[in-house]
């Protein structure tokens, strides 16, 4: 019997039979896929023939009305708790509860049908099952279908299995069970579900900065940029869309910098999963702000609180509406600002409750956003949430929304100006709230700070003093004299109080900003306490700096907070700058800052800050930092943007050399990377141009050819280029004795001349500073097939490259281990999105690269269960590849062997004959027996080597001729 007969059955017809509408696997994944969470069934699956093998027979019209029936508004509940229910341990409960929910409509939908298949109603119901589990006999039609049923199936019993969760677990199941015989209730969850999306979709998009300030009327679409995510456990980089499939529920954590867009982010998803054309069916969401949850409603429960905000935002939904929706899956959770809980028990206490609501609701979807810094003190189980990190924009995100914004704005002659004048400040306009204020900042005055501190300070002059006045609103009266001291106030106030963190109650604010307007700004006190009110009535109709974020339990008093934190830090740092007595008490709350958020941008802030209250101020600061031997990434964080004395910078340098000896790191070395002006001009006039310095030198080019081999090093070519040209001439000699292996591959590329590595697979992949990166083999092969680039090689590098590929045809195999280590490191590079091509006319190396390619890339396959990202990318420049694949998959399935003469002569007329054994399954190019006493690589200095040809081991002899010309180029060319 074929594969769909044992799932969603043929079914005959007296006057003749119709044709299949789908393949037997594709209809059942479709139906399947839409099944499981939206409740609906694909008319796919009902086909000509028996029912799941039982002779009842049904005429098309029939067919026809079973349809109209399976999605109709009273049974697209049944079968969505079928669809769970059936991958759970107590399957057989459910499955008989909703039997009989089943059978029931059945008889209702008979009544006002004139077709009358009620009674065919069990064989129907079996059908529906056997097509919710899955049941397809022939194996290899359907390998992708059980992986997607594994992967629901496990994804619902993650937050459920296991002995803590058996409660859980139970409970769940009850529920289940309870709604399959409360239809009526059923029916109303999928109606909310539908008017809570509508809602969403109909409401308008709370505005966001850079919106609120073009002068068009614009859409939140108009100016979002689609955003990139890491993965955090695999590094891989994919947009939003990965995140939320349509089919399985989703639990992921979204960790981002602050500014980076966390919150934009939620309001265009919510917007997206409920929007039917974007997501089949809309999926309304919930959004609850950690912050407000822990201060208005933690001592109730979450379901309770999400119930009050639906309610306030949308229309009426009690707790038991809300628990039915959750119940089946029918609206998203999202937890905005897990940090924004500051009070560490009470966070790690959010986590517990966020654990429960996945247990006793896995069938919903849910998501959480914090900052990663302090993320590790209270985090998610990384067993049911999956981790990403929001990118920062790319420079193509910038320049995306620059000429959104400068256009909306009218200005798009602007952007090229823009784009020029920021690059000094590159990383902050990576930040899209900052690149927004910058727009801004831009628009009106045509320039931009030179330093962090100066760009915070003109952004916070831009949100609290010139808004108003650009909109033509009335002001604060007091504002131009004391406004930026009442929010140093508060913002010391904020940092040096870990309860008030949480938010202030603005009675509060106001007694403590009036005693301090009374002592330190001069007010009388009958005049202070008003105008302290004043001032957060003004505050509270801007939100853009300080605003409302509640109100509280007893007397509903406002509650106030810092609306981002970047400014919060800004105004702190301008607090403890005023009240430091002296440079070294300053360097001690500045160290302190450090140690406690180390990657906050408050240690910047304060040193910037003090120079401008101090003569020297940021040269003493430093110089008693670094008599107390700080951490060094700090000291270069603070060479960045400070005003700094050549011999304060040189202890700094000093004390970095020193580290770097013992160790470097990649955070320090990206750290001295982002450095910029006179700090980068005085590294590298001390240490990398001397004679004396080959250690630096060493050092330096050990990180930067490990940046360069992994794709990710092109932000910080432009800059460094020139003293990096300037070394490979004035150092050639010293540089080809080197023998890491990635300053050997790096060098090679770059065609000069350098030391074989100690092992030839070192050619292939490598490990260095940022871990493994591909060799000069792999990006020869990027060069020439990827990006186009048909320069040839150097001698050298041409000797190694028909080296490699000679003892490849001579049987070497690829240890595992490093084809392991390279397809990670390809990973990485994203080698699958190139835009790999097809060659008119090569040149004979070019054929020899082309016959290395086909190696790494069938090598790379070979043994892994699903075929390797790249081969998606490689079929532009090698349509056969994947017919090649089928056959070698086939080939290895039986016995004995097909000889080669069984293959078609156009798919492997270019391959060696080795590659050719390979395609009909005789022979392997990956040995898996090397590594099996060595699962984490220790001996990998050990590998056995490829027999090379003595010509090759000559290649050393070339370096006495000196470097290759220049233009054998063959580094990554971009990341």
């Not at 049911?384 to 420079?395: G, I, P």
Request: aromatic share 8%.
């Amino acid at each position: 019997m074929e594969a769909i007969s044992a799932v969603a059955a043929s079914v005959s017809i007296a006057n003749g039979t119709v044709g299949l509408m789908q393949t037997a696997t594709k209809g059942v994944r479709s139906a399947y896929r839409r099944a499981r969470l939206s409740g609906t069934i694909d008319q796919s699956w009902l086909k000509l023939g028996a029912l799941s093998g039982k002779d009842v027979l049904l005429s098309a019209a029939e067919v026809d009305d079973i349809h109209a029936f399976l999605e109709s508004d009273s049974v697209k509940p049944i079968l969505a708790l079928l669809a769970v229910g059936t991958v759970l341990s107590d399957a057989e409960e459910v499955v008989n509860g909703a039997r009989v929910g089943f059978l029931n409509e059945c008889k209702r939908w008979g009544i006002k049908s004139e077709l009358k298949w009620a009674p065919k109603g069990d064989a129907i119901f079996d059908s529906v099952v056997e097509l919710f589990r899955g049941v397809l006999p022939d194996a290899k039609h359907s390998e992708e279908l059980h992986e997607e049923i594994e992967a629901y199936s496990e994804f619902l019993a993650t937050p459920l299995r296991g002995q803590e969760n058996e409660g859980a677990h139970r409970a769940y199941v009850g529920r289940l069970l309870a709604l399959t015989g409360d239809l009526e209730t059923l029916r109303r969850t999928a109606q909310l579900s539908g008017e809570l999306a509508e809602s969403i979709l109909a409401g308008d998009q709370e505005q966001i900065i850079g919106h609120a300030e073009v002068d068009n009327q614009v859409s939140f679409d108009d100016l979002y940029v689609s955003r990139d995510f890491i993965d955090v456990s695999s590094e891989a980089t994919e947009d939003s869309g990965g995140l939320v499939s349509s089919g399985v529920p989703f639990r992921v954590l979204i960790m981002g910098s602050p500014g980076a867009g966390k919150s934009t982010f939620v309001k265009f998803l919510t917007a997206g999963l409920a929007n039917p054309q974007l997501r089949n069916p809309a999926l309304p969401s919930v959004v609850i702000k950690c912050r407000d949850y822990a201060r208005e409603g933690f001592s109730g429960s979450l379901v309770s609180f999400a119930a009050k905000q639906l309610t306030a935002e949308f229309q009426p939904v009690s707790d038991d509406a809300l628990e039915a929706l959750l119940l089946t899956g029918k609206i998203s959770v999202i937890f905005d600002g897990l940090d924004e809980i500051t009070d560490l028990p009470r966070r790690q206490d959010m986590v517990k409750r966020i654990h429960r609501l996945t247990a006793q609701f896995p069938s919903t979807s849910i998501l959480v956003t914090t900052r990663e810094v302090g993320y590790v003190n209270a985090p998610l189980n990384t067993k049911v949430f999956r981790s990403v990190r929001l990118q920062e924009f790319t420079y193509t995100q910038v320049e995306e929304y620059c000429h959104r914004w400068f256009k909306k704005n009218n200005k798009g002659h602007l952007v090229d100006h823009f784009l020029a004048e920021s690059e000094a400040v590159s990383d902050l306009r990576s930040n899209p709230l900052l690149l927004s204020l910058l727009c801004i900042l831009y628009r009106d005055s045509g320039a931009i700070p030179a330093n962090r501190r100066g760009i915070y300070r003109e952004c916070a002059q831009l949100l609290f003093h010139k808004w108003d006045a650009h909109r033509q609103i009335k002001q604060f009266e007091v504002m131009p004299d004391y406004t930026d001291r009442l929010m140093e106030e508060i913002a010391r106030w904020i940092y040096t109080s870990s309860a008030a963190q949480a938010g202030l109650e603005e009675q509060v604010i106001i007694k403590t900003l009036s005693n301090y307007m009374v002592s330190d700004l001069g007010f009388l006190q009958s005049k202070a306490e008003s105008t302290a009110s004043e001032f957060l009535d003004f505050c509270a109709g801007r939100a853009w700096l300080l605003g409302v974020t509640g109100t509280s339990k007893h007397g509903g008093h406002r509650i106030f907070s810092f609306t981002h934190r970047t400014f919060y830090e800004f105004f702190a740092a301008e607090a403890f700058a005023r009240e430091a007595e002296n440079a070294g008490d300053m360097a001690g709350r500045l160290r302190k800052a450090y140690e406690k958020d180390s990657t906050s941008v408050l240690p910047e802030l304060l040193i910037q800050s003090f120079d401008q209250t101090r003569t020297r101020g940021a040269t003493n600061v430093f110089s008693s930092l670094c008599q107390d031997a700080a951490p060094p990434a700090l000291l270069l964080r603070l060479m960045d943007g400070a005003n700094l004395a050549p011999h304060a910078r040189s202890k700094g340098f000093e004390l970095i050399m020193r580290d770097w000896k013992l160790t470097l790191d990649a955070e320090l070395f990206t750290a001295l990377l982002q450095i910029s002006g006179p700090a980068r001009d005085h590294f590298q006039d001390e240490y990398l141009r001397p004679a004396s310095g080959s250690l630096a030198r060493r050092k330096f080019l050990y990180g930067w050819s490990s940046l360069q081999l992994s794709g990710s090093g092109n932000r910080f070519t432009g800059i460094w280029a020139p003293i990096i040209e300037e070394m490979l001439e004035a150092y050639a000699d010293e540089l080809a004795s080197l023998s890491d292996p990635v300053i050997v591959n790096w060098l090679l590329g770059k065609g000069l001349t350098a030391k074989n590595p100690e092992e030839v697979w070192e050619y292939f992949v490598c490990y260095g500073l940022y871990g493994w990166v591909p060799g000069v083999a792999w990006w020869m092969i990027d060069g020439v097939f990827n990006t186009g680039m048909r320069t040839a090689p150097s001698p050298h590098l041409e000797l190694i490259i028909n080296g490699l590929v000679e003892d490849l045809n001579q049987n070497a195999r690829f240890p595992d281990m490093v084809i392991s280590r390279l397809r990670d490191s390809l990973e990485y590079v994203q080698a699958h999105r190139g835009s790999w091509i097809a060659l008119d006319h090569p040149t004979n190396f070019e054929q020899v690269v082309r016959k290395m390619l086909s190696y790494v890339v069938l090598a790379l396959t070979e043994g892994q269960d699903n075929e390797h990202e790249l081969v998606n990318g490689l079929t532009r420049c090698w349509p056969e590849l994947p017919t090649i694949l089928a056959i070698r998959a086939a080939s290895s399935r039986r016995r004995p062997r097909r000889s080669s003469s069984g293959i078609s002569s156009h798919l492997v007329l270019d391959l060696p004959e080795r590659l050719k054994k390979w395609t009909e399954g005789s022979v392997n190019l990956v040995d898996f027996s090397v590594f099996d006493d060595d699962p984490l690589g220790v001996k990998y200095r050990h590998l056995p080597p490829l027999h090379f040809k003595q010509e090759v081991g000559g290649v050393q002899r070339a370096s006495s001729e000196g470097p290759a010309p220049a233009k054998h180029d063959f580094v990554p060319p971009h990341p």
